[in-house]
Each structure stands twice: as structure tokens, then as C-alpha cells.
């Protein structure tokens, strides 16, 4: 079994892929279409997709099952095929990444608020069991919880995934920067808070995703190393922050500008380095050149 924190042990910064939506919806999503129902009807479009990520040099590639927990497939009647979509989900990205390269099977937020009642703990456990249970029986590598904003809800989802597999588990939150000039998720969480509480629940790699470009990713980062100095950081940064052109949203950061960030990132102590909104295999290919030329 092949293991990110080994890899990492030996003083590798390893690289991961970007973003999956925007090129979901290139190929012909529509909006309000499931993704992961992609996963059975479209399988080569979501093959070419991480193939390109492969392809363009990273070292992992996530799978197509952000929103693949049953609670959240509720909302298009899919609960039910749970288990298949998410296997699916991760024999795609097996597919495209070999035996040599990484698989991190993605699981998102439920979409219901346990504070409103909307869903109950039981229920987000046990969905996020089968999530994992399915993504480790297609082949991925480790589990990587994603865009966390609540801390309750992310514990539950790193407990599923590390009580229904034997692989290392990756817990990344979504910060703004506030007025006052820290970062907090929208449900008020910090990164040292988010520290503590991933840790105790056995998260073995931590970090942060998607609302913000590399800015202000190093200020998330250098909180984090202010109070773990150890465990392995995973940023997912967008290209920038969104802008809205003639009605479209648009990420300004070109490749070589992320890539210029890159070093001064990984001296602020991050481990694994990737995209989300907005990144394309040019922005992930433009990292991996920087990373590729360090010794």
C-alpha cells in the first residue's frame, strides 16, 4: 500500500491536480446535473479529465465524489446508488493514475446543517462510511475530506473514513480572511482550532482548499505551523480570487503566476500542493516545474 506520509518523510513536495467542476461543465454538465452521476453515465469524459492532471505531472489526482455522500445525492433522488457512483469515482482516477501515481477519494460536505436539524450525526456517519467504504473498494490510496467549514461535521466525516478504512486520512477546511485580517471558515472555525480538532479525530494530513488564492494560502499556512510544526499540510489554492466578467466568473492567476508562489509557499511549510477553482493542468504543470526543479 502506498503511503503519502512516507513519501513525504522523504523530504518530497508532492503535487496534486486542480480543479474538476469547470471542466465537467465544458464537457456538458448542466446545471443542476449531478457530477458523480457522471461517474457511470459520461465515464471517459471524467477519465480524460484526470488523465490531463496525470498527464500534466502531478503526483495525485482526487476522484470525481465530492458530492457523493448519500445525504447529498439525496437532493437528486441517487441515494441509493451511494456505493456505485463512488466506486466508480475512484476505479476512474485508479485508471488514470496507474499503479506509480496517488489516488485521494474526495468527500465534500453533506450540504445539511446538523444545527438546523437538516440531517442527524448518525446519519452523516453512516453516509460518510459507505462513502469511504466505496472509494477504498475502487482503489484509491487515502481519503481526503474536503472544503470543510463546520467542525463537527468534518470530525464525523474523518472518523467515518478512518473507522471504514485502514488508509491515511487528509482533512482540508476553506477560510476567509475577515476584517480584522484572520481567517475563519464561515461557521466562525480558525485554522488552529481546526488543527486541534482534526488531530485529535486521527486526521494524518491537514490544510485548507478552494476561497483563496496563494496570498493569502501562506498567511492560512504560517497560522497552522504556528501551532503544529509537524503534521503535513495540503493546499488546494484557487487561481486567485473570483471576478465577475460580462456575468461570468473568472480566476485572474495565470500559471507562471502561481508557480512564482510556490517556493515561498513550501518555506511556510507546505507538504502537497495542488489547485482548485480555476486551476487547468497549465497551472498544475507550472507547479510541478517548480517543484521538479528544487533540491
Same mark, same amino acid.
Given at each position: ?8 518523510k ?21 446545471q443542476g ?18 488523465k490531463s ?10 476522484? &470525481? ?17 451511494a456505493?456505485?457512483?463512488n466506486e466508480?469515482?475512484?476505479a ?5 493514475a ?20 437538516e ?30 467549514t ?8 474523518v ?6 478504512? &485502514? ?17 475563519k ?13 482534526m ?6 494530513i491537514?490544510?485548507? &482548499?478552494?476561497g483563496?488564492?496563494?496570498?493569502n ?21 484557487n487561481?486567485?480570487l473570483?471576478?465577475?466578467?460580462d ?17 515561498e509557499?513550501?518555506?511556510c511549510?507546505?507538504?502537497?500542493i ?7 493542468p ?5 507547479i ?8
Amino acid at each position: 500500500m502506498k503511503s503519502l506520509l512516507e513519501e513525504i518523510k522523504k523530504g518530497k513536495v508532492l503535487v496534486s491536480d486542480g480543479a474538476w467542476g469547470t471542466f465537467l461543465y465544458q464537457r456538458g454538465l448542466q446545471q443542476g446535473e449531478c457530477p458523480e452521476l457522471w461517474n457511470i453515465t459520461h465515464r471517459e469524459d471524467v477519465l480524460a479529465i484526470a488523465k490531463s492532471y496525470i498527464d500534466a505531472g502531478a503526483d495525485m489526482i482526487l476522484t &470525481n465524489s465530492f458530492g457523493g455522500s448519500p445525504v447529498r445525492l439525496k437532493h437528486y433522488e441517487l441515494n441509493e446508488k451511494a456505493f456505485e457512483l463512488n466506486e466508480a469515482a475512484a476505479a476512474i482516477s485508479r485508471e488514470a493514475a496507474g499503479a506509480d501515481r496517488f489516488v485521494l477519494g474526495s468527500i465534500g460536505p453533506s450540504g445539511s446543517m446538523l444545527m438546523m436539524g437538516e440531517t442527524t450525526e448518525e446519519e452523516l456517519f453512516e453516509g460518510f462510511y459507505l462513502q469511504a467504504e466505496a472509494l477504498k473498494k475502487g482503489g484509491v490510496d487515502a481519503i481526503c475530506v474536503e472544503t470543510m467549514t463546520d467542525i463537527q461535521e468534518a470530525a464525523i466525516a474523518v472518523r467515518a473514513a478512518k473507522s471504514a478504512t &485502514n488508509l491515511e486520512v487528509i482533512c482540508t477546511f476553506t477560510f476567509d480572511k475577515i476584517s480584522s485580517g484572520e481567517f475563519k471558515t464561515m461557521m466562525g472555525v480558525s485554522p488552529e482550532e481546526m488543527v486541534s480538532a482534526m488531530k485529535d479525530e486521527g486526521a494524518d494530513i491537514i490544510g485548507t &482548499n478552494c476561497g483563496n488564492g496563494f496570498e493569502n494560502m501562506l498567511g492560512i499556512v504560517k497560522e497552522i505551523r504556528q501551532v503544529d510544526k509537524t503534521t503535513p499540510i495540503l493546499v488546494h489554492a484557487n487561481a486567485g480570487l473570483p471576478i465577475f466578467i460580462d456575468g461570468k466568473v473568472d480566476y485572474p492567476e495565470t500559471p507562471d503566476m502561481m508557480a512564482s508562489r510556490v517556493n515561498e509557499l513550501i518555506e511556510c511549510g507546505a507538504n502537497l500542493i495542488g489547485g482548485c477553482c480555476g486551476t487547468t493542468p497549465l497551472h498544475i504543470r507550472a507547479i510541478a516545474d517548480v517543484i521538479s526543479k528544487r533540491k
